[in-house]
């Protein structure tokens, strides 16, 4: 059975010699010879464990288990074996897991499966061109190489050893982020001798792509790195090319390397709140959009520019968390601006049982009473 098809899927693979070299398919027939050739694969790798073997498929994507890697060991309902059907990576499969990626035809010629001559013509003739965007928007494809990224990312020591940084949990700082639920000490360096804390923008492998200054005095306390930003205060030669032109985008979106397309994606202002929350992106500020075109909602600080960007972004029709809501609900007070984390906080110290946070998003705009 294939998750989200409205219609069961039947196809007559056609085994006939007499083939037509000019033939062309469309996409909705070539989607449905993969899914069968894809059901196979799935029901031998996964033979015990039925969420294994359920497909999703996507407008831009068919989305599985992994076969090579075997998927997440913690959960058997994440799919991050994708095939691509649209942008720039059309054509190829990628696992967000293990981080394989080789065309369509590749990947299932390594099942000692050969496609026929139609559908690998297809793939030939639609192969994305590695430079499309969607809408002003660059499309999910974007973050598919993560090879080339990881190649491209800091060393950690190297960040170390450059500045002077130590591990947190070795400083006094350690104190300060456990009181705010910030427990994963891989997401952050120290400076003792200049008092402050680099909050870091990791790859899935822990290298570094981006990285903000926490500093523990002053008036501007956040000064956030891109990675050429990273490269030109390390010395570095500069990378050059649209690859790492679009790499330095994302590298101010702290977390997006380890998102689950499949599940909904938050964006908030700061990663002190991405961190707290599952399957979410800090994109470093209310007025920085969010440059790639996947299915997301907004969790603005609770301020005056957090409240304008809520009340024109559901307009857009986007989901927005509901701030007045939340507030009258949990009893919070007064403040000129609340976040996630103050909320936590305060949540905590008044032994108030925490929320179904999911209650109080909305893209209905009849709720910006509630925002």
């Known amino acids: 059975m294939v998750d989200g098809m409205e219609k069961n899927v039947n196809i007559n693979l056609n085994t006939n010699f007499d083939i037509d070299f ?27 464990i039925i969420p294994k073997q359920q497909i999703k498929i996507h407008r831009d994507r068919i989305s599985f288990a992994c076969p090579i890697c075997g998927d997440s060991m913690q959960s058997s309902f994440k799919k991050r074996g994708n095939i691509i059907l649209e942008g720039k990576h059309k054509g190829f499969y990628k696992c967000f897991n293990c981080g394989e990626f080789k ?24 192969l994305g061109d590695f430079t499309t965007t969607s809408g002003g928007k660059y499309d999910i494809s974007l973050l598919l190489d993560v090879k080339t990224i990881e190649g491209c990312a800091i060393d950690r020591q190297e960040l170390k050893m450059k500045f002077g940084l130590t591990e947190v949990k070795e400083s ?25 804390l680099l909050i870091l923008n990791l790859t899935p492998s822990g290298k570094i792509i981006g ?5 523990f005095y002053g008036l501007n306390k956040y000064i956030t790195f891109n990675l050429f930003k990273l490269y030109e205060l390390l010395g570095k030669p500069k990378i050059e090319g649209k690859i790492a032109d679009e790499i330095n985008m994302i590298s101010q979106l702290f977390g997006i390397l380890q998102l689950n397309f499949n599940q909904p994606i938050t964006i908030f202002e700061g990663p002190f709140d991405s961190f707290l929350f599952k399957n979410s992106v800090a994109s470093t500020g209310a007025n920085k959009a969010f440059p790639l075109a996947l299915p997301v909602r907004y969790w603005f600080d609770d301020d005056k520019t957090g409240t304008e960007k809520s009340l024109k972004i559901i307009e857009e029709g986007y989901s927005v968390f509901l ?34 946070f999911e209650n109080f998003f909305s893209k209905d705009p009849l709720d910006i009473i509630d925002i």
């Open 323 to 356: 701030w007045d809501k939340f507030k009258k609900e949990m009893g919070l007070p007064y403040r000129k601006k609340w976040d996630l984390n103050d909320a936590l906080i305060y949540l905590k110290k008044n032994n108030i049982m925490m929320p179904n």
């Open 172 to 196: 006094p700082v350690w104190s300060w982020l456990t009181k705010r639920f910030q427990y994963d000490e891989q997401r952050f360096l120290y400076n003792g001798a200049k008092n402050y």
């Open 103 to 126: 065309r369509v035809d590749h990947f299932f010629k390594s099942y000692k499966i050969d496609l026929e001559l139609d559908v690998v013509n297809y793939i030939s003739n639609n």
């Open 211 to 215: 990285a903000q200054k926490r500093l």
């Open 22 to 48: 000019d033939k062309t398919i469309s996409k909705e027939e070539y989607v449905e010879r993969l899914i069968y050739l894809l059901n196979g694969i799935l029901k031998q790798r996964f033979p015990d």
